[in-house]
């Protein structure tokens, strides 16, 4: 396709993955049923005719935990982030150093690569995500300055081994970035974790972060956000001051959508692609693909279109419990995206 379009990430899991998750199943037992996930999801991807896939994250606890599944030394008790429908979510603490992943996102993707002949892409989590989990009265033996050194030791090799294993894009999740103007309005907040994650993405070369993207949205767990209230356009300026080739960019459930795209477009330099978010996963209607087609229609007046992909505004679930959508519906936006962005092409390049 000539205008690329990639998914996030995230798809639901079934409700006997769920229920599984969540009872005290068997590890073995439960390692079936992630693989039979994995294998349906890839499955329902290639079904959508979609070149560029995920496995849909069905082993992942949650976007953000993942690495830290399975350590010994984090508690409960961190920092807690507010949905706008009352619910939360509570990252856990650190209580002692050194700090290392408890496993890498490359081991999800070795097993989706060798089960499908499309591309696969990954998702990882951001240095700043974690970096929200060093207690705010520092650790005894253990300063912030040595968890900072390790966090991007540990982040980096995440990025590489996905690298190795084969990823076609390797895509780091910063959702925390428009949180971070609701904590601190001023910017600092926002500051120090563009400058941390651009710590790690400066351990790459320029090709290796051509592969590289980051994805920003408001959030998106049982169809609520944490920010979006927190204005848009304050965000993105800074956010293309990451060194990395591609940004994947909530849209489609924005109201103003000429006033963003009208940001991207001022501010995207000239060796980075945005791929703007075409399908509203917070929103149970599936979009048409004339829908999809008219919003990219829309954004090549203020994007260059070699410079233009397509996505979806977040994963669909990006936390394991979250049932809030089907699979079906989620699969069928994924379908609109795609037969969308092949519409607008037939139009553009006509």
Same mark, same amino acid.
């Given at each position: 396709m000539k205008i690329q379009t990639e998914p996030i990430g995230s798809i639901?899991?079934?409700?006997?993955?769920?229920?599984?998750?969540?009872?005290?199943?068997?590890?073995? =037992?439960?390692?079936?049923?992630y693989e039979k996930a994995v294998a349906e999801t890839l499955l329902a991807f290639?079904?959508?005719?979609?070149?560029?896939?995920?496995?849909?994250?069905?082993?992942?606890?949650?976007?953000?935990?993942?690495?830290?599944?399975?350590?010994?030394?984090?508690?409960?008790?961190?920092?807690?982030?507010? /949905?706008?429908?009352?619910? /939360?979510?509570?990252?856990?603490?650190?209580?002692?150093?050194?700090?290392?992943?408890?496993r890498y996102a490359e081991q999800y993707l070795g097993y989706a690569i060798k089960r499908t002949n499309r591309l696969v892409k990954q998702a990882v989590i951001s240095a700043s995500a974690l970096s929200l989990i060093y207690p705010a009265g520092g650790l005894d033996g253990y300063s912030q300055d040595e968890f900072i050194s390790d966090l991007i030791n =540990?982040?980096?090799?995440d990025i590489r081994l996905c690298l190795q294993q084969g990823a076609h894009k390797v895509q780091i999740d910063f959702t925390e970035g428009r949180l971070s103007l609701k904590l601190?309005?001023?910017?600092?907040?926002?500051?120090?974790?563009?400058?941390?994650?651009?710590?790690?993405?400066?351990?790459?070369?320029?090709?290796?972060?051509?592969?590289?993207?980051?994805?920003?949205?408001?959030g998106g767990d049982h169809d609520s956000t944490h920010s979006a209230d927190v204005d848009y356009i304050s965000f993105l300026p800074s956010l293309f001051d990451l060194n990395v080739g591609n940004f994947y960019l909530q849209l489609a459930s924005e109201n103003d959508r000429i006033k963003v795209?009208?940001?991207?477009?001022?501010?995207?330099?000239?060796?980075?692609?945005?791929? !703007?978010?075409? !399908?509203?996963?917070?929103?149970?209607?599936? =979009?048409?693909?004339?829908?999809?087609?008219?919003?990219?229609?829309?954004?090549v007046k203020y994007i260059p279109v070699n410079?233009?992909?397509?996505?979806?505004?977040?994963?669909?679930?990006?936390?394991?419990?979250?049932?809030?959508?089907?699979?079906?519906?989620? /699969?069928?936006?994924?379908?609109?995206? !795609?037969?969308?962005?092949?519409?607008? =092409?037939?139009?553009i390049f006509s």
């Open positions: 639901p899991r079934s409700p006997e993955l769920i229920e599984a998750i969540q009872s005290n199943i068997a590890a073995g =037992e439960l390692q079936k049923l290639e079904n959508t005719g979609s070149q560029v896939i995920t496995d849909g994250e069905q082993a992942k606890s949650s976007f953000v935990t993942y690495p830290l599944n399975g350590l010994t030394n984090i508690g409960e008790g961190g920092m807690r982030i507010d /949905f706008e429908d009352g619910h /939360f979510r509570q990252l856990p603490v650190l209580t002692k150093g050194p700090f290392r992943f408890a =540990e982040c980096e090799k601190d309005p001023s910017g600092g907040v926002l500051r120090h974790f563009i400058d941390l994650n651009n710590l790690v993405f400066a351990r790459f070369t320029k090709d290796e972060q051509r592969k590289l993207g980051v994805h920003v949205c408001p795209l009208k940001t991207i477009g001022q501010y995207l330099k000239g060796d980075q692609t945005a791929f !703007i978010g075409v !399908i509203d996963v917070n929103s149970p209607v599936i =979009e048409s693909a004339e829908e999809v087609s008219d919003l990219i229609l829309e954004a410079q233009l992909g397509t996505t979806d505004d977040c994963g669909f679930s990006p936390f394991c419990d979250d049932q809030s959508t089907t699979r079906e519906t989620a /699969f069928a936006k994924i379908k609109a995206r !795609i037969d969308g962005t092949k519409l607008a =092409e037939t139009i």
